[in-house]
């Protein structure tokens, strides 16, 4: 599984990474997380707010701080 | 109509809040509101109480409505229409949309890479943070409902024809190619049920307040300072609307400032009793929240310094006809 999460580098975006970090941790998987912060690569996903959540090259989430909970949610469907 | 002047007072100017303050600080401070120092803790608690109460229900609500309008969805209302119109309901949309100034650029990318005139992008871009729901009842809340209705008007007036400006100047070469080069994917939309949507509206209030509960206090301490220890022949000396450089000075002071316009709000208010012009403090607040360093500083990674200098120069001429418009017929809003 590779997920990244998407923006320039704002509060909500670390804060969107670490709670993905949480979910990762209680579903016991282990992933790589990487931040993607160059705009033009944000825009190419199509995403218009950030931040943004991509699981294996999806988009899952936009403009939205997800919580841990929810991030489980969207990586066990 | 009286039941209308009932809940306007209660509700809206929070009179019972207003008066159990008053109480507070008479009978268990002792202070006397008529001195300085009663008269700045009552403004101080009672304005904090109130934009917080009154911040908390709004953004709930509005964030509830803005679920309903994700930047993806405005982006597909916006390419369907052309023209004028276009730059309308870019601005309208702008009110509705939740944007935060970090989502600035990917929203600017998005837009104009899949093919919106820079004009209409513009116009979004400067009616989202002018024109914010929030501000709007705010404003009713401090001063009244003219003022409130009025500012909304000026407000997507200047969105729409500062739009329609940067669409006249053809300066699409001016923005960074990559803009137009990066392949715009399209990302699906979650359908939300009303049980995420009242979740999302309960973390937006979190949110928000978060991030601006500091300025507020900054704010409401300014104004309680502006209230009741500044002279107000010093207001209205430098901020008095007969004076025609007044709203040059507060625009120039405003424009390079970044505050929430929740913190900006209370001091605005103090101006105003002291006697500041009406369209003075408007410009000051305009320039404080339309425009500001960081958001110029983002928006240059994608345009290039002459389309950026013209939305600046657009916009700053526009809040300084506008402050002057206010000043000139201030006696039908107060």
């Known amino acids: 599984m590779r997920i990244k999460v998407l923006g320039p580098g704002c509060k909500n975006c670390e804060n969107l990474a670490d709670n993905t970090k949480a979910a990762l941790k209680e579903l016991g998987l282990e992933a790589e997380i990487e931040k993607v912060t160059d705009f033009a690569e944000i825009a190419g996903y199509g995403i218009l707010s950030t931040p943004g959540l991509v699981v294996d090259d999806k988009v899952v989430s936009s403009g939205k701080v997800l919580k841990p909970k929810d991030i489980v949610k969207l990586l066990t469907k | ?334």
Request: glycine share 10%; net charge positive.
């Open chain 2, 1 to 334: 109509m009286i039941i209308f002047e009932f809940l306007n007072r209660q509700l809206l100017k929070m009179q019972w809040l207003y008066d159990l303050v008053e109480q507070l600080v008479e009978k268990v401070f002792g202070l006397e509101m008529t001195s300085r120092l009663g008269g700045s803790v009552h403004f101080f608690i009672y304005d904090v109480v109130k934009i917080f109460i009154l911040l908390s229900v709004l953004i709930f609500s509005i964030s509830w409505i803005q679920s309903f309008f994700p930047p993806e969805r405005t982006r597909k209302i916006l390419g369907r229409h052309k023209g004028f119109s276009a730059n309308l309901l870019g601005a309208l949309l702008g009110t509705v949309t939740p944007f935060c100034s970090c989502s600035s650029i990917p929203l600017f990318i998005g837009f104009t890479g899949a093919g919106l005139p820079i004009g209409v992008t513009f116009s979004f871009l400067i009616s989202s943070p002018l024109v914010d729901l929030a501000s709007v009842i705010l404003l009713a809340s401090i001063f009244n409902w003219r003022i409130a209705l009025a500012y909304v008007v000026v407000g997507l007036v200047l969105a729409v024809a500062g739009g329609a400006v940067i669409s006249k100047s053809r300066m699409e070469s001016y923005v960074e190619p990559f803009v137009y080069t990066t392949p715009i994917g399209e990302a699906g939309q979650e359908t939300l049920t009303m049980k995420d949507r009242l979740g999302f509206s309960r973390n937006q209030v979190l949110d928000i307040i978060k991030r601006v509960w500091l300025y507020i206090l900054i704010g409401v301490g300014i104004g309680a300072v502006i209230h009741n220890w500044i002279p107000e022949e010093m207001v209205t000396a430098i901020l008095g609307q007969d004076k025609w450089y007044s709203v040059l000075v507060a625009t120039l002071v405003g424009v390079p400032m970044y505050a929430d316009i929740f913190g900006t709000l209370p001091i605005a208010e103090a101006l105003v009793y002291k006697g500041a012009g009406l369209g003075t403090v408007l410009a000051f607040m305009m320039g404080v929240t339309a425009l500001s360093l960081p958001s110029l500083i983002m928006l240059k990674r994608v345009v290039k310094p002459r389309l950026l200098g013209l939305f600046f120069g657009v916009v700053t001429l526009g809040i300084i006809i506008i402050g002057y418009l206010f000043n000139g017929f201030s006696w039908m809003f107060l």
